[in-house]
């Protein structure tokens, strides 16, 4: 049985993953399919301290740090979490149970579905949610980004460098969420526009893929590529409903049980940013090691 067993390989549960193992205690993380998590998706990080790359880099970097101090990493994904006696039992995507005396969640957050005719349709054929991992197929094609935060920001940047054009939808009249350093540069794109006021309706095509949008108001863009960044979900389905979850579905750590910790972009009340989420995984696994020290006191 593991000591701590960590879901989720992102910052959070990479930095829950060395404190725990540095700790002394046996630690087993189970990353999804992808180490990083979303931060492996950024092409340029610029605001975590002391690093400079991108977030696939960052990621690298955190597993071996981790692993040099002994925490043993598995690419498969939570499908069920139970609580047993003196512990949790995790059902894994790769068929295998896995024991644990304490469990830590940072499983953090996929990107909100845009539910609107034609985005299921043409799902990987111009409609995206990830611009670092598509956009390469859009080189010198006019896309859409839809979106006003931080990371459709982010999006449209990064696709400027690819793209013909990039035209960001947003259904307010002024970027309200987004860093001012990148509405400046968005700003100063040349190949950057802005339709302000603007949701879309429908998403079509043909079988080559998206040829257009079309907005609520009924107007008609010509585009070959759709890029969504409207907000992330937590990453929770594969616990129990018991599991007290806030309004946004992300999990608050004073309703949890005892063993049981959160951190990252799927605990409630926390900006979603690498270094937020850094803390608390630090925190948790520090939290984990008391929990476990005051069991075995008994």
């Known amino acids: 049985m593991n000591d701590i067993l960590i879901l989720g390989g992102g ?3 990479l930095t829950a993953a060395l404190y725990a193992a540095r700790g002394g205690k046996n630690t087993l993380v189970l990353a999804g ?4 998590g979303y931060m492996a998706s950024i092409d340029k990080l610029e605001n975590y301290p002391g690093f400079l790359g991108n977030g ?10 981790a692993e040099m101090f002994g925490a043993k990493v598995v690419l498969t994904s939570a499908k069920l979490v139970n609580k047993i006696e003196n512990g949790f039992s995790v059902l894994a995507s790769d068929n295998k149970e896995y024991k644990t005396k304490s469990i830590i969640i940072a499983t953090g957050a996929t990107p909100k579905k845009l539910e609107i005719k034609g985005t299921r349709e043409f799902m990987g054929r111009g409609v995206s949610y990830c611009a670092t991992c598509d956009g390469f197929f859009y080189t010198d094609r006019d896309v859409l980004v839809i979106g006003g935060g931080n990371t459709a920001l982010n999006d449209a940047l990064y696709l400027a460098n690819i793209a013909k054009s990039v035209k960001i939808l947003y259904r307010k009249d002024s970027f309200t969420r987004a860093e001012k350093i990148l509405i400046d540069r968005v700003n100063e794109t040349q190949n950057i526009s802005v339709m302000w006021n603007t949701e ?18 009924g107007e008609k863009i010509k585009c070959d590529g759709v890029f969504v960044a409207i907000g ?3 990453n929770t389905d594969y616990l129990n409903e018991d599991i007290k979850r806030d309004e946004l579905g992300r999990l608050i750590p004073s309703e949890l049980p005892a063993g049981m910790f959160v951190a990252g972009d799927v605990r409630s009340e926390l900006k979603m940013q690498i270094a ?3 803390g608390t995984g630090c925190e948790c696994a ?5 929990y476990l020290n005051s069991e075995e006191q008994r």
């Open 200 to 217: 879309l309706d429908e998403v079509g095509g043909d079988n080559t893929g998206v040829t257009f949008a079309i907005t609520t108001n």
């Open 33 to 36: 399919d992808r180490i990083g």
């Open 11 to 13: 910052p959070a549960g």
């Open 232 to 234: 992330h979900e937590a």
């Open 276 to 278: 937020t989420a850094v």
């Open 286 to 290: 520090m939290d984990a090691i008391a």
């Open 56 to 65: 696939q880099e960052l990621a690298d970097k955190m597993k071996a740090q």
